[in-house]
Structure formats: C-alpha cells, structure tokens
C-alpha cells in the first residue's frame, strides 16, 4: 500500500512531522490524549443497555426497536418542501482524481470535517471540508494496488476505515491515527468468499459481509465469527438497524425483506416490498423511523419502519417513481427529513424526497450543474453538506443551507 502525503495552502509538501502533526490535530484533542471520539446513538439518549442485550427472542428484539423508531425527527427544525436552498461548492478533489473509475464509497467522518471517497481505482482519499476556497483541501490517499475498493467505511469511532474488494478474500482497516493498513483476519468460514460488500453495525461491534445468499457476521474488533444469514434467493443489499446490532435487514432480488436476530440465525420476518420487480437496494433512517425499498424499475417505496416490525404485510406510505431505471443508491440525513435515491443508468438520475410531505424537491438536480452518472451518496453528520460520486471518480460537494451544523 501506498500513503500519498498531504501539501500545504502554498501547495508545498509537508514534511513527515509536520504532516503527523496535522492529522493529530484532525483527530485527536490537543492533551495527545486517546480520542474521545463521538458515541451515536437514538436521539443522542438511548443507553448501550439495549444494544448489548441479552435476550435471544426476535420478538422481544422487534418490540425494542418500536419503542424507539420515530422519536427524533420531531426534534428539528423543519425543512421547507418544494424548493432546497442549496449550493454547489468549490471542487476539494480538484488535482487529486486519478482514472477516471466509478466511486463506489463515499462518507463523511463521524465528528470531524473530514470526508473520505474510494473506487475502483483502488485510491481511499480523504478530504478536509469547510476550508476557505484558496485552501488545500486534500489530506492524503492510500493506494491499494490491484485492489478495485468496492466498500469502504468508517468505524463507529471514525478511527479507522473498513476496505473491501471483490477481487480480495480478506478486509483491510486503515487505522487513521497510525497511518497504517492491516489485513483483517479472514475466519476460516469466509476463506472462499470475497469481500467487495459489507455494512457495519451503528455501534462499531459487527460486520456483515454479502455474499450472494448469505451473509456473514463477524465482530468488528478481533473478526471473531458469528454466524451466516442463508436466505432462499439472492440477496441484493444488507443493513443493520440502527442501535441495535442484534438485528439484520436483507432485501432480496425477488423483492423480499428479510429481518434477522443474529442471536437466532434460523429465525427471521419477511414481507414483500409492494411491486417489487427486482430489489436492488435497501435503506433505514438513521432514528430507525423509515425503510426505504429500491427497485430496478427505478421505483422507491417508502416504509414506517413501525407497520413493518408488527405487519407481514405492510403498506408503504409513499411510491417514489420520479426515477426510470435502476435504483443504486439511497441515502437518509441524520434527523429523516431527507431521502437521497439515485440510478447509475443515466445522467443526473438522483432526486431528494422531503420525506415529511412525500414530494420531491423541484430544484434538485440543478439544471445547470452535470453530477454524471451517480454511484454514491452521502450526507454530513448533522446534514450540512451532501457529497455525490459518479462513474468517472468525480466528487460533487453542496452546502445544504437550512442546516447549520457540519
């Protein structure tokens, strides 16, 4: 692997120290004390009690999470529908985008003003955003040869980034504050299977891998194996819920949602997303409020997440059909007034959904700004900014007005 260094506002480079001493001050406090990194959870209030739960029953697993779901999106500002006031801002990946291959994972860092892109063209890349125009945005980014980065994530912690590949039978992490990559342990279960999909849980403890109609579940921290999800089609996407590592969404290709306590494998609710053709992608609200369903007929149904842990056959409360071809992509802001859905397909195929009217915004893609074929989505932690990846490695930043806060 290869670490890129980063340069100064004068474009100068930085040396070795120097260099050490900015990333220090990016993520760590000024004691040189081990970081006190951000702990997420539910409204900012729900205790570690419930993710370490010890009682194996998915009912009783189902009716915790009800008790939480749709608590925080009364807690902000409301957003206006109709119009977005929104804003293109200035390219931060200007001079550091390399071959032109789709970006396949895109991420704001938990607590700092750090963004951090990859792709097929095997470059992690990280970005420091709200920096005067005229300042050097650009971090560093890591090489990983012959290695096409298909997921990347940040730990809960935003210490580390998780890496995988399809061409690779093994996870990397990158530690941020060393500077180091490591090859993760591969358990001897997952030895013949590769690593290109993955979604960690909201506390940093678990990872599930996809692989076709399985998923595997490992822990986070010493790759110690779980156990594996065998559904009965292929799986097209996997989430775990959020604040509550114990429970696994999967949607298959034939259109079923399936739900797992990865306490009892064998044991899981299924429904069907309403019309489904072929799923393709599924999303959960950050405060567990709403499911999103994708398709490949370019349809989004939207869930109460409510209705679907107490019916089999829920209803959704809204059809997103503003979008003709494949859904890739979809992504909620952190208090659910935002839904993000996008197609790969064509050009400027992404839509924002006010989530509390059900409408789309009507000024959104702008008209006079090309975002090319969109493959990743992503907001900032508290909704300031939303980045956009294409198929050609191009990142596309905007400042979202109505939220005050990184």
Not at 39 to 50: A, I, N, P
Not at 119 to 129: K, P, R, Y
Not at 185 to 207: A, C, N, V
Not at 276 to 290: A, D, F, H, R
Request: aromatic share 8%; glycine share 6%; net charge positive.
């Amino acid at each position: 692997m290869q670490i890129r260094k980063a340069t100064d506002a004068l474009n100068q480079k930085l040396t070795p120290k120097e260099y050490e001493g900015r990333l220090r001050q990016l993520f760590c406090h000024s004691s040189g004390a081990a970081p006190a990194w951000s702990q997420f959870s539910l409204c900012g209030k729900k205790e570690t009690q419930h993710a370490e739960s010890d009682d194996d029953d998915l009912q009783d697993a189902v009716r915790e999470i009800t008790t939480f779901t749709g608590k925080c999106v009364t807690g902000s500002r409301s957003l206006t529908k109709s119009v977005i006031s929104v804003k293109r801002v200035n390219n931060i990946t200007h001079g550091h985008r390399f071959g032109k291959k789709p970006m396949r994972a895109l991420q704001f860092h938990p607590s700092r003003k750090v963004l951090m892109c990859a792709g097929e063209n095997g470059l992690l890349s990280l970005f420091e955003v709200d920096l005067p125009e005229t300042e050097e945005a650009f971090l560093q980014s890591i090489h990983f040869k012959a290695l096409p980065i298909t997921s990347a994530s940040f730990t809960a912690d935003g210490s580390k980034i998780i890496v995988g590949s399809k061409k690779k039978k093994s996870l990397f992490c990158y530690d941020l504050m060393d500077a180091k990559v490591m090859q993760m342990r591969t358990p001897y279960e997952m030895t013949k299977m590769h690593m290109g999909r993955f979604s960690l849980s909201s506390d940093g403890k678990y990872i599930a891998v996809l692989a076709y109609n399985e998923v595997h579940v490992l822990t986070s921290v010493s790759s110690e194996y779980i156990g594996v999800l065998t559904a009965s089609a292929k799986i097209a996407s996997v989430q775990f819920f959020p604040n509550d590592s114990s429970t696994i969404f999967t949607l298959e290709e034939n259109g079923q949602v399936l739900i797992w306590n990865i306490r009892k494998l064998k044991e899981q609710q299924a429904f069907y997303d309403e019309g489904s053709v072929k799923g393709t992608v599924i999303q959960i609200s950050e405060n567990g409020q709403y499911i999103a369903c994708g398709s490949s007929t370019g349809i989004v149904n939207l869930y109460d997440s409510a209705d679907v842990l107490k019916n089999s056959l829920p209803r959704p409360v809204k059809a997103l059909d503003n979008l003709t071809t494949s859904i890739d992509c979809m992504a909620f802001n952190n208090d659910s007034q935002i839904l993000s859905v996008s197609s790969s397909v064509k050009n400027n195929s992404i839509r924002l959904m006010h989530v509390g009217s059900r409408t789309v915004y009507t000024n959104f893609p702008p008209r006079a700004v090309s975002l090319g074929k969109v493959t990743v989505t992503d907001f900032s932690p508290k909704s300031a900014y939303m980045g956009v990846g294409d198929d050609k490695g191009f990142l596309s930043l905007f400042r979202l007005s109505h939220f005050t806060t990184y």
